[in-house]
T-cell receptor, first 114, second 109 residues
Framework: ETGVTQTPRHLVMGMTNKKSLKCEQH?????MYWYKQSAKKPLELMFV???????ENNSVPSRFSPECPNSSHLFLHLHTLQPEDSALYLC?????????????FGQGTRLTVV | LAKITQPISMDSYEGQEVNITCSHN???????ITWYQQFPSQGPRFIIQ???TKVTNEVASLFIPADRKSSTLSLPRVSLSDTAVYYC??????????FGTGTRLLVSP
């Protein structure tokens, strides 16, 4: 248990569906991240939120829409996804503003787009 | 984002020492280097973090040369349960935590 919780753990959705991934942390961290991990590929940074403001959007398609309503919660809204978007989506949090930042990760959501 | 590179895979046997390197040529002055372990379908787990020279904890050591353009994770006596993917991570810019390409370690009996 890392203190970062992601739901759901598994999700299967059609290309016309709309779904959301949820991430929650109660570690008092002020930065939250979404990463994508495709099969046998390294982790790709998607979005970074610091103090509830988006500070990084790493050329992610608009069919992925993040939302950070407060410092403890992060969402990733999904719509009209493609089969190649099937991947493990990982959320992380850290205490930004410190030099020795350790990121804590959730267990991930395994997304399958059919 | 600058690429942070690692060997794709490594093989070892139980009880051996394993050294995994990471190349991060564009590391900034204030960036720390962190290593994570990841098992299938799980989030990465923190192993060790360092800034320069050598850091050691109960599970690993981290060696960082003076120029800090690379780092080496050392696992002293691996066991079968150490079979996993190992990632280095560097903060590139403000709170932009970027992972290396990952090294898949296979430990055999």
């Amino acid at each position: 248990e890392t203190g970062v919780t992601q739901t759901p753990r598994h999700l299967v959705m059609g290309m016309t569906n709309k779904k959301s991934l949820k991430c929650e942390q109660h570690l008092g961290h002020n930065a939250m991240y979404w990463y994508k991990q495709s099969a046998k590929k390294p982790l790709e940074l998607m979005f970074v939120y610091s103090l509830e403001e988006r500070v990084e959007n790493n050329s992610v398609p608009s069919r992925f829409s993040p939302e950070c309503p407060n410092s403890s919660h992060l969402f990733l809204h999904l719509h009209t996804l493609q089969p190649e978007d099937s991947a493990l989506y990982l959320c992380a949090s850290s205490q930004g503003g410190q030099e020795n930042t350790e990121a804590f990760f959730g267990q991930g959501t395994r997304l399958t787009v059919v | 984002l600058a690429k942070i590179t690692q060997p794709i895979s490594m093989d070892s046997y139980e009880g051996q020492e394993v050294n995994i390197t990471c190349s991060h040529n564009n590391i900034a002055t204030n960036d720390y280097i962190t290593w994570y372990q990841q098992f299938p379908s799980q989030g990465p787990r923190f192993i060790i973090q360092g800034y320069k020279t050598k850091v050691t904890n109960e599970v690993a050591s981290l060696f960082i040369p003076a120029d800090r353009k690379s780092s080496t994770l050392s696992l002293p006596r691996v066991s079968l349960s150490d079979t996993a993917v190992y990632y280095c991570l560097v903060e590139e810019g403000f709170q932009k935590l970027v992972f290396g390409t990952g090294t898949r370690l296979l430990v055999s009996p």
